[in-house]
C-alpha cells in the first residue's frame, strides 16, 4: 500500500493505493481501525482532520484460489491541545499615504500643450495657468488622464479671450469714384467680442452700420468718411480717416500734377474755305469747364 504523499497535514486531500500481483486480478476491501470500509484498490479522503487519524487495512482477494492477503498502514495526525488564540495585528508603514493620480495632458484646439513660455503647469499637472494671455490663446482647451490599461479626456471648454478693436480698414481704398456711380464703403477692424461699427462724414455722425452704401454718388457726397470702430466690453475704439473725391465721367480727361484736369477733343466743324476747325487743349478745373476764345484756331 503506497501514498503519493507520505506527509499528512490536516486541510490536505489524500490517496492511498493498494496493489496485490494476483490471477484473475485481486479483489480490493479497505478497513479502516477494524471497520468494513469502501472496495476498490484506491482509497481517496478529501480535507483531512484528526477524526481521520487510526490504521488503514487493504485486504486482496483471489476468488478462484480463495487466498487473501492484507497490509496495513497507521495514519497519525497531530492532536493540537485546544487554545485561545491571540488576536493578530496589524501594522504598516504609512498610515497616511497620498492618492497616486494617472498621468495628466493638456490639449488646446487638439493640440498637445507643453509648459514653457507663458503656459505653466503645477507640479502634479493638475492646473495649467496661462500668463500674459493674448488672443492667439483663444480655442478650446482639454485635460486627459491616461495609465498603463485606459486613458479618458474631459469634454472641451472654449476660452474666449477679449480684445480689440485693432485700427479699422476700410475697402475700397481707392479715394475717388465717379459721379452717378454706385458705392459701398466697408470697415472691418478685428475684434472679440465683434466690433460696432459707426461712420462720420465731414464730422457729423453718419449711420451705424459696417457697411455704407451709396447708391448714387454725387458731387455734394465728397468729403472725409471716417470709419470709428468699437468694443463693447473693453471700452476700446478706433477710427480709421478716407476722403473721398467725386470725378465728373469724362473719358478724355486726365489729372495733372497741379489738380486740375486736361483733356485733348477733335472736334470737327463745317468746312470753311481755309480748314478744318480743330479743338485745342484746354484746362478744366474740378467743378467748372474753362474755355478761351483763344483755344480754337482756324488754320
Given at each position: 500500500?503506497?501514498?503519493?504523499?507520505?506527509?499528512?497535514?490536516?486541510?490536505?486531500n489524500?490517496?492511498?493505493?493498494?496493489?496485490?500481483?494476483?490471477?484473475?486480478?485481486?479483489?480490493?476491501t479497505?478497513?479502516?481501525?477494524?471497520v468494513?470500509?469502501?472496495?476498490?484498490?484506491?482509497?481517496?479522503?478529501?480535507?483531512?482532520?484528526?477524526?481521520?487519524?487510526?490504521?488503514?487495512?487493504c485486504?486482496?482477494?483471489?476468488?478462484?484460489?480463495?487466498?487473501h492477503s492484507?497490509?496495513?498502514?497507521?495514519?497519525?495526525?497531530p492532536?493540537?491541545?485546544?487554545?485561545?488564540?491571540?488576536?493578530?495585528?496589524?501594522?504598516?508603514?504609512?498610515?497616511?499615504?497620498?492618492?497616486?493620480w494617472?498621468?495628466?495632458r493638456w490639449?488646446v484646439?487638439?493640440?498637445?500643450?507643453?509648459?514653457?513660455?507663458?503656459?505653466?503647469?503645477?507640479?502634479?499637472?493638475?492646473?495649467?495657468?496661462?500668463?500674459?494671455?493674448s488672443?492667439?490663446?483663444?480655442?478650446?482647451?482639454?485635460?486627459?488622464?491616461?495609465?498603463?490599461?485606459?486613458?479618458?479626456?474631459?469634454d472641451?471648454?472654449?476660452v474666449?479671450?477679449?480684445?480689440?478693436?485693432?485700427?479699422?480698414?476700410v475697402n475700397?481704398?481707392?479715394?475717388?469714384?465717379?459721379?452717378?456711380?454706385?458705392?459701398?464703403l466697408?470697415?472691418?477692424?478685428?475684434?472679440?467680442?465683434p466690433a460696432?461699427?459707426?461712420?462720420?462724414?465731414d464730422?457729423?455722425?453718419?449711420p451705424?452700420?459696417?457697411?455704407?452704401?451709396?447708391?448714387?454718388?454725387?458731387?455734394d457726397q465728397?468729403?472725409?468718411?471716417t470709419?470709428?470702430?468699437?468694443?463693447?466690453?473693453?471700452?476700446l475704439?478706433?477710427?480709421?480717416?478716407?476722403?473721398?473725391?467725386?470725378?465728373?465721367?469724362c473719358?478724355?480727361?486726365?489729372?495733372?500734377?497741379q489738380?486740375?484736369m486736361r483733356?485733348s477733343?477733335?472736334?470737327?466743324?463745317?468746312?470753311?474755305?481755309?480748314?478744318?476747325?480743330?479743338?485745342e487743349?484746354?484746362?478744366?478745373?474740378?467743378?467748372?469747364?474753362?474755355?478761351?476764345?483763344?483755344?480754337?484756331?482756324?488754320?
Amino acid at each position: 500500500m503506497t501514498s503519493p504523499d507520505p506527509d499528512f497535514v490536516i486541510g490536505s486531500n489524500l490517496t492511498l493505493i493498494c496493489l496485490a500481483d494476483s490471477q484473475p486480478p485481486a479483489q480490493y476491501t479497505w478497513i479502516i481501525s477494524g471497520v468494513p470500509g469502501p472496495k476498490g484498490q484506491t482509497l481517496f479522503i478529501p480535507s483531512l482532520s484528526r477524526a481521520h487519524s487510526g490504521i488503514y487495512t487493504c485486504k486482496a482477494s483471489n476468488s478462484i484460489s480463495g487466498l487473501h492477503s492484507s497490509d496495513s498502514t497507521l495514519l497519525p495526525l497531530p492532536n493540537f491541545p485546544t487554545e485561545t488564540l491571540l488576536q493578530p495585528n496589524v501594522s504598516a508603514n504609512n498610515l497616511a499615504p497620498e492618492e497616486h493620480w494617472p498621468s495628466l495632458r493638456w490639449y488646446v484646439n487638439g493640440q498637445s500643450i507643453f509648459p514653457g513660455g507663458h503656459m505653466e503647469l503645477s507640479s502634479d499637472h493638475r492646473m495649467l495657468t496661462l500668463h500674459n494671455i493674448s488672443r492667439n490663446d483663444t480655442g478650446h482647451y482639454q485635460c486627459e488622464s491616461r495609465n498603463s490599461a485606459a486613458s479618458s479626456i474631459s469634454d472641451p471648454v472654449l476660452v474666449k479671450v477679449i480684445y480689440g478693436p485693432d485700427l479699422p480698414v476700410v475697402n475700397p481704398p481707392d479715394p475717388e469714384v465717379r459721379a452717378g456711380a454706385a458705392l459701398t464703403l466697408s470697415c472691418f477692424a478685428d475684434s472679440n467680442p465683434p466690433a460696432q461699427y459707426r461712420w462720420e462724414v465731414d464730422g457729423k455722425p453718419g449711420p451705424a452700420t459696417q457697411h455704407l452704401v451709396i447708391a448714387e454718388v454725387s458731387l455734394d457726397q465728397e468729403g472725409r468718411y471716417t470709419c470709428k470702430a468699437s468694443n463693447s466690453i473693453t471700452h476700446l475704439s478706433s477710427r480709421h480717416l478716407t476722403e473721398r473725391e467725386v470725378l465728373w465721367l469724362c473719358p478724355f480727361c486726365r489729372r495733372t500734377s497741379q489738380g486740375s484736369m486736361r483733356f485733348s477733343l477733335p472736334l470737327k466743324v463745317p468746312q470753311l474755305a481755309s480748314g478744318v476747325a480743330e479743338l485745342e487743349p484746354i484746362s478744366v478745373w474740378p467743378r467748372a469747364w474753362v474755355l478761351t476764345s483763344s483755344a480754337l484756331r482756324i488754320p
